[in-house]
């Protein structure tokens, strides 16, 4: 069995994000979405265990200490982290696992992970960007505000992914997607084999 991809998506905040991801999941069946711990407040809707495991603040602290993330990071004054048993598990199982972070834990995630595959998600415009914020309804214009300064921030790390992906259309952004993963596995099939071809030569 193949072992699974890890799949790094991140973005400005009102990118949508998660709506591509949901689809990529929706259309593909070897994907598995790791599901962030948060201390952020619950809003309606959301699910715990399926949108997130919402944890205290001590509780997320403990979990850093137990060394149970793979990565945290601290956006809008609430954590956010990945559960490191889940990720583990679906790799193993040969699962693509999407991980929908935050450009600070995508650093740290570059580090024990080399081999992931990172994309930032990008808007058509940063009219488009602020259209998409203030149209979703979900914050205040001072958390709008914090977003689009923390964007600015962001956008000094895109050069550090691996592909940048614009976010127009929803279809073709989760088949751009899809082709960036299936093309990773190929890569890593050929250098698999390139390996395995050199090692018999030696051996002869």
């Known amino acids: 069995m193949k072992k699974g991809i890890l799949v790094v998506v991140s973005g400005f905040s009102g990118v949508g994000k998660g709506t591509v991801v949901k689809e990529l999941i929706k259309r593909y069946d070897n994907y598995a979405l790791s599901v962030s711990a948060t201390t952020r407040p619950r809003?309606?809707?959301e699910?715990?265990?399926?949108?997130?495991?919402?944890?205290?603040?001590?509780?997320?602290?403990?979990?850093?200490?137990e060394k149970a993330l793979i990565e945290y990071a601290v956006y809008v004054d609430h954590y956010y982290g990945t559960p490191k048993a889940f990720v583990e598990e679906m790799l193993?199982?040969?699962k693509d696992v999407?991980?929908?972070?935050?450009?600070?834990?995508?650093?740290?995630?570059?580090?024990?992970?080399?081999?992931a595959v990172t994309v930032f998600l990008v808007p058509p415009s940063v009219e488009e960007l602020l259209s998409r914020l203030k149209n979703r309804g979900r914050e205040t214009a001072q958390e709008i505000e914090a977003r689009v300064e923390r964007?600015?921030?962001?956008?000094q790390s895109m050069g550090d992914y691996s592909y940048l992906l614009v976010n127009?259309?929803?279809e073709e952004c989760v088949k751009e997607l899809h082709a960036i993963v299936a093309a990773a596995h190929a890569e890593t099939i050929r250098n698999e084999e390139?390996?395995?071809?050199?090692?018999?030569e030696l051996q002869i």
């Open 43 to 45: 809003k309606l809707n």
């Open 47 to 65: 699910e715990h265990g399926k949108d997130y495991f919402f944890v205290s603040r001590e509780a997320f602290q403990q979990m850093i200490e």
């Open 92 to 94: 193993s199982e040969g």
């Open 98 to 115: 999407i991980l929908e972070i935050e450009v600070q834990g995508a650093n740290q995630i570059k580090k024990s992970f080399p081999d």
């Open 151 to 155: 964007a600015k921030t962001e956008a």
């Open 168 to 170: 127009d259309q929803i």
């Open 194 to 200: 390139m390996m395995q071809k050199l090692y018999n």
